[in-house]
């Protein structure tokens, strides 16, 4: 991944975790919190200033009423989101060294080549690779947002900035339901291979990673002598960070989860098929730079039925990996049943479902992670 690596070891790379990559034996695994993407947007969007908590969280980066085009806006996001490196990386020093001093692996540092030879513990450097889990969230409604601008505000002039913020402010309530529709129908959409959003939703990505090395220490900071790549999944903080995030240019309002995984689409707007989805996701991201991506997609259970079916699902997830995809996932449920597995969930106490890297009773699930997978939708090949 980072021209570095002898070819024997890329090729006994293996799946660990949720869905990282990891040389086995080899690969030391620090925490890096979750930056929320949507939250960025959001903070970009109001000067640095959080509507939610009223508190100026971020650095001044402008009043967007004043931009005069679209770039001005994304350097103002490019900021905000440097900040938020800034802040992560901080927290990250101190927790992980916590981690090394009082919660240190001990069995895993014996386990790791690297470490016993250097006498170091897995915390404080020794394995010989690592990869970050700094799981960055929302990506997509980062991109999906800035397109909604972009194609609004800028290109076609359908709505001015201050309209627009008056909108988010309301949470798209009483009269700003028609720009809501508007963000969320007119403005292009990721998941449907429309080159424009899906390389913004890259652009996006893309400027994580930057901002991430851009930080003193950059990818570094572990082990000197070593490089990390990041993780992008979302476990199920996409619900917790939607609770926290107000309403988005995307149509979101207040309190709904983000979108899943890292290349999954917003639940709703992957429209154009299974295989439209499946292409922008080989442009939404380079996964050649990241140590992992995270796409889910939802099937009816009589796709596999027939050998036909299933031969769609075998070729779609060739096209995938054939265009350099790295990962995708597959729930085969009905929708109808989960509905009624929330009305009745002592019916349905065994439902598994696939959530981000890890699969749980549907049931126990909080409802706002249960609504996400039911609003997904559901693609037929």
Known sequence: RNGDLPLSKARRTCVGACVGSYIPYETGHPVEGQPNLGKVLELTLNNGFDPRTQTQIGPKT???????DFEELYAAFEKQLQFTEEVLRRAAWISNM?????LPCTWRSILTKGC???GTETWKGGANYYTVAQISV???????????????????????M????EALAANFEGKYERIRKMCYEEAPKYGNDIDEVDYLVRRVNDSILRAFNNVDGGGTYISKNMKVSLDQYTKSIHNLFGLLTGALPTGKKAGVALT??????????????????????????????????HMNMKLPPNQLDTRQG??????????????????????????????DAQKHPEKYRDLVVRVAGFSAFFTQLHVGVQNEIIERTLQRI
């Open 62 to 68: 402008g009043d967007p009423e004043s931009f005069g």
């Open 98 to 102: 916590l981690n090394a001093d009082f």
């Open 116 to 118: 016993i030879e250097t």
């Open 138 to 160: 929302g990506s997509v409604d980062a991109g999906n947002g800035l397109m909604a601008i972009k194609h609004l505000v800028y290109d076609k002039k359908k709505l001015t």
């Open 162 to 165: 201050a309209e627009l913020k």
């Open 260 to 293: 899943d995984g890292s290349l999954s689409a917003m639940p709703g707007t992957d429209t154009k098929g299974a295989t439209a989805l499946v292409m922008s996701a080989t442009k939404g991201n380079d996964a050649v730079k990241w140590c992992a991506t």
């Open 310 to 339: 299933r031969d769609g699902v075998l070729q779609l997830v060739r096209t995938l990996f054939e265009n350099d995809g790295y990962h995708i996932q597959f729930n085969v449920l009905d929708t109808e049943m989960l509905r």
